[in-house]
């Protein structure tokens, strides 16, 4: 029996300028164009680890309340190694 190859992905979300969490993000990630899964980050910001198929590509969308969303597109997950994705949200003008 073959197993493909797993690779992982970890999302950091953090304040613009880096120096605090964002905890409770929502992160929807896309295989090929279609869902994936949803995931949220810890207090400290942190997604747990996420398993993905190594060699495929990925996107993703971050959102947070009172926060600009975020996309990024083409997340390689190489097998055997965790990617380290870190995100920086700007807060909305709620003026």
Known sequence: MNRLPIGYLTVNVRFANGASPVGDSRIVLE????????FFTDADGKT???????GDI?????YA????EKEY???P??????TL????????DEG
């Not at 295989?31 to 949803?38: A, Y």
């Not at 997950?77 to 965790?82: A, L, S």
């Open 48 to 54: 747990d680890t996420i398993p993905l198929s190594a």
């Open 58 to 62: 990925y996107s993703m969308k971050v």
């Open 85 to 92: 994705q870190n995100v920086n949200l700007f807060p909305r």
């Open 31 to 38: 295989k090929n164009g279609s869902f994936f899964g949803e």
């Open 77 to 82: 997950i190489v097998e055997k190694i965790t």
């Open 65 to 68: 309340d009172g926060f600009y």
């Open 73 to 75: 597109n083409d997340i």
